[in-house]
């Protein structure tokens, strides 16, 4: 997944009017304005009331669902091979939102400023927070580009990480 299929997807969305966040690997890079590793896939939290027109969207430019692990994420990909995981949330009137977990009644939660944005290819894109990302890069053994996207928050803004 390049910059340039990033930008063309969140261009797609952008025109269907559905709201989306950048996440894991790109939406570290989309923090520190710059890619810093190739990535194998685009992670997308959106508006789970939206999601009918985001299918849509991704759907007339070639995506098909590819894994459904409902409620929690589901996967779409394109003759490319390009690949969007995409993680539904549920949003409270105070701009905070949930996306379900494998653990039922422990929802994933998402402060309202986890939302934020960043820049691919000088390219203001919305984006999870560096602490989101922190949080969510816990609990679990790291594999090295996890390692490599800790190490770009702690360089940019100084921030302690689990790893």
């Known amino acids: 997944m390049t910059a340039d299929d990033v930008l063309s997807v969140l261009d797609v969305l952008r025109d269907a009017d559905a709201e989306v966040w950048v996440g ?14 190739p990535h194998r896939d685009l992670d997308l939290m959106h508006r789970g009331s939206q999601e009918s027109v985001l299918t849509a969207a991704l759907a007339g430019a070639g995506f098909v669902e590819t894994l459904d692990w409902r409620p929690v994420r589901f996967v779409v990909t394109d003759p490319l091979g390009r690949e969007i995981d995409l993680h539904p949330l549920a949003f409270a009137p105070d701009g905070s939102a949930e996306q379900a977990s494998p653990v039922r009644g422990r929802p994933f939660r998402y402060p309202a400023s986890s939302f ?8 203001r894109v919305p984006c999870l927070s560096a602490e989101q990302q922190i949080h969510f890069h816990q609990g679990y053994e790291p594999a090295d580009h996890d390692r490599h996207d800790m190490a770009q928050l702690r360089r940019v803004f100084g921030l302690a990480t689990h790893f």
Do not use: F, S, Y
Not at 24 to 37: K, P
């Open 24 to 37: 894991g690997g790109w939406g570290i890079d989309a923090l520190v304005g710059e890619q810093t590793r």
């Open 116 to 123: 934020t944005t960043g820049t691919i290819r000088a390219t």
